[in-house]
């Protein structure tokens, strides 16, 4: 049911602010590929994140809650575009070149973060109001410092594990702990309780990206990966 109505709340905010229907149509169907939040079998991890911390706290789901998960998703989605061009992984069955996807990752990122401002006016306290949007940047820019290490990294050609541990915590888990301090920004969380959901959220989407990597590099039924 969350999935159904985060989903919901995802397809009115792109509907709602990009109104040039060439982008808008194509920011629908990008968002409706495979692993994509609109797509029926996504998971949509961060928005879902941000559903879950603020019910942990308030007890229920609220509209401003769906529009800041939706608005935090679509900045993972825009991430997940970076990534495709970064990696020159623009499949051709997408029908969009390099350049296209990259104006799309840029759009989903603007109409994410002004959705999370948007959804800010809903939060509990006046405080979580005024420091949400720029505690959110603040912390995603830890995402972006983590997609730059990953860049280089690739460039470089080889690094040890420790070098790729924190490439992971800050790629994913700059969107982990961002996600849910947004939940708990606006469910009006104390300082407190923010960090303390912000360490979990880092924490987690760095766990969960170590799974993924492992299961890309040792597929099931390789016996060889052991």
């Known amino acids: 049911m969350i999935l159904n109505e985060l989903r919901l709340t995802i397809e009115n905010i792109v509907n709602d602010y990009c109104t040039e229907p060439s982008i808008k149509e194509a920011l629908l169907r990008a968002l409706a590929r495979p692993g994509y939040a609109l797509h029926p079998e996504s998971s949509c991890r961060a928005g879902v994140l941000v559903l ?58 603007a109409t994410g973060i002004a959705a999370v401002h948007q959804a800010a006016q809903h939060s ?10 720029s505690r959110y940047v603040s912390e995603f820019n830890a995402a972006c410092a983590g997609q730059f290490l990953d860049a280089h990294l690739v460039g470089v050609g080889s690094c040890d594990s420790n070098k790729a541990l924190q490439m992971t915590s800050l ?27 912000g360490e979990f959220g880092l924490n987690l989407f760095t766990y969960l990206q170590l799974i993924d990597d492992l299961r890309d590099a040792c597929p099931v039924g390789e016996m060889d990966c052991d």
């Open 124 to 133: 509990y306290s006046i405080g979580s109001k005024l420091a949400l949007v």
């Open 52 to 109: 879950e911390v603020y019910r942990s706290i308030r007890g229920g789901i609220s509209e401003g809650a769906l529009l800041g998960a939706g608005g935090v998703e679509l900045v993972m989605e825009a991430c997940f575009m970076f990534d495709n061009v970064a990696d020159e992984e623009v499949k051709p069955q997408y029908r969009v070149s390099s350049a296209e996807e990259l104006s799309m990752a840029i759009s989903l990122l």
């Open 171 to 197: 790629k994913a888990g700059g969107l982990g702990k961002s996600s849910a301090m947004v939940g708990a920004c606006l469910a009006g969380g104390t300082p407190d309780v923010v960090d303390l959901f």
